[in-house]
């Protein structure tokens, strides 16, 4: 069974089992799950929010970001709201377990309800990754720009052989320390940013340059980064099923959206505020050149650098898994010593590679992130929660919850339509 969830840093491996009724382990208290999706929930999207805003308008920007921390928390429930009529009915014979979105996807569609869960979620870390390699060869360029040493440099001879090598560690319990850290970076060098952008508030400005509201033309775009933002799907079952008490989920789920949302509002106001319609895509890279700014880039890329290897994991498990169970592979492993283990490693080293190539490629860092969460993270947190509901609950649904998820549903094909009409027709909103 395919796994599609990154580790829980702040629990226990008996903790994280997940599954049904919660059993087999002590369960974890609602501090540690709360903390596990603030740690799930921060990452590099939110230094894109201040360009996101510049876009946007600071108001059109903030209530956009709000309503889709809402329509996510919403959608987030309903899956778990799927699972539990799925356990429930599925005690009679205890034939049913969902531990994954892709369960759940295969329960409601079969398997091409499965593959396409688990293809999306695939993307969606893909783009992640790819997100953190782009930031990292960016913000390391500019800490060593009087050596001229192109971002896609630094990407190639220090970031991909150190990624590639990290790829060898599968074991959770040897990345959850390190990634408990590189997260304490991130809020860490965070806070110093918007301090930073505080201080440049005190300055003289000028109100022209910063707009409240840039058309309904420029929204997508914003939408689309803070859908990246809140992207963390693939934790929702077993964030969940790891609770001691799993009925106080929705409220600890609340408490950290109300939390990183406030956040995220914020910092993205703050930050076009301070730099106006000069805020970069990376907002790090409006800091002035001195040796804070430096330790805050560096601070971010190493915490990027140690957390890259539980963001790709979720893509190398699908993708050996599938290659685990396929003849062609097993015969062409057939002849090596060690094949399961050399060959898959092989995978995973190209795996790495080709999201560095990747990371070379993409125009910018907004736009990059916004069209992953326009697209993929739309149809993640919008389109297929709302299709599992009314699928599996429909007949028990009123008119007003049936109402909602349909709507939900059509805004989600539209949004992610649009943002594919978009990129194949060269316009970006981004530029």
């Known amino acids: 069974m395919e796994t599609t969830e990154r580790s829980l840093p702040l629990l226990?491996?008996?903790?994280?089992?997940?599954?049904?009724?919660?059993?087999?382990?002590?369960?974890a208290t609602s501090a540690q799950t709360l903390g596990n999706i603030v740690v799930s929930l921060l990452g590099t999207g939110a230094l894109g929010l201040p360009y996101a805003f510049r876009i946007s308008g600071w108001l059109?920007?903030?209530?956009?970001?709000?309503?889709?921390?809402?329509?996510?928390?919403y959608c987030m429930l309903l899956l778990i709201k799927c699972r539990n009529k799925l356990e429930e009915e599925g005690d009679k014979d205890g034939s049913v377990q969902i531990q994954t979105y892709g369960d759940l996807g295969a329960v409601a569609f079969g398997v091409p309800g499965r593959c396409l869960t688990e293809v999306l979620v695939l993307i969606s870390y893909a783009g992640t990754a790819v997100s953190y390699l782009f930031f990292m060869g960016e913000n390391l360029s500019s800490v060593f720009s009087s050596y001229a040493i192109s971002p896609s440099a630094f990407v190639f001879v220090l970031l991909l052989p150190l990624e590639a090598a990290l790829s060898f560690i599968r074991s959770f319990s040897v990345l959850a320390p390190i990634s408990v850290f590189a997260d304490a970076c991130?809020?860490?060098?965070?806070?110093?940013?918007?301090?930073?952008?505080?201080?440049?508030?005190?300055?003289?400005?000028?109100?022209a340059k910063r707009s409240a509201y840039n058309g309904a033309w420029s929204l997508p775009f914003a939408g689309g980064v803070a859908m990246f933002c809140f992207e963390a799907f693939g934790l929702t079952l077993s964030l969940e099923a790891s609770?001691?008490?799993?009925?106080?989920?929705?409220?600890?789920?609340?408490?950290a959206f109300l939390g990183i949302g406030a956040t995220y509002i914020c910092f993205g106001v703050f930050g076009y505020l301070a730099y106006g319609d000069d805020t970069n895509d990376i907002i790090t890279l409006n800091l002035p050149s001195?040796?804070?700014?430096?330790?805050?880039?560096?601070?971010?890329c190493t915490a990027l650098a140690f957390t890259f290897p539980m963001t790709i994991h979720p893509v190398h498990e699908i993708i050996e898994n599938k290659l685990d169970s396929s003849e062609w592979f097993q015969k062409l492993c057939h002849n090596l010593p060690g094949r399961?283990?050399?060959?898959?490693?092989?995978?995973?080293?190209?795996?790495?590679?080709a999201v560095a190539f990747l990371a070379t490629s993409v125009p910018g860092f907004a736009i990059l992130i916004s069209f992953i969460g326009s697209t993929v993270c739309a149809l993640l947190a919008f389109v297929l929660p709302s299709t599992f509901h009314l699928k599996l609950m429909g007949s028990s649904l009123t008119p007003l919850q049936r109402v909602l998820d349909y709507s939900i549903l059509g805004i989600g094909l539209v949004f992610a339509g649009y943002s594919i009409?978009?990129?194949a027709s060269g316009h970006s909103m981004g530029s």
């Open 12 to 27: 226990d491996e008996n903790q994280s089992g997940g599954g049904g009724g919660g059993g087999g382990g002590v369960g």
């Open 60 to 73: 059109s920007g903030s209530l956009g970001l709000a309503t889709a921390a809402a329509v996510v928390y």
């Open 186 to 207: 991130n809020v860490l060098a965070m806070a110093i940013v918007l301090a930073v952008d505080v201080r440049q508030l005190g300055k003289p400005w000028e109100k």
């Open 243 to 255: 609770m001691a008490e799993r009925r106080k989920f929705p409220w600890v789920l609340l408490q």
């Open 290 to 300: 001195n040796w804070l700014s430096s330790i805050v880039k560096v601070g971010l």
């Open 340 to 353: 399961n283990w050399l060959g898959l490693q092989a995978v995973r080293m190209l795996i790495v590679v």
């Open 421 to 423: 009409y978009s990129a």
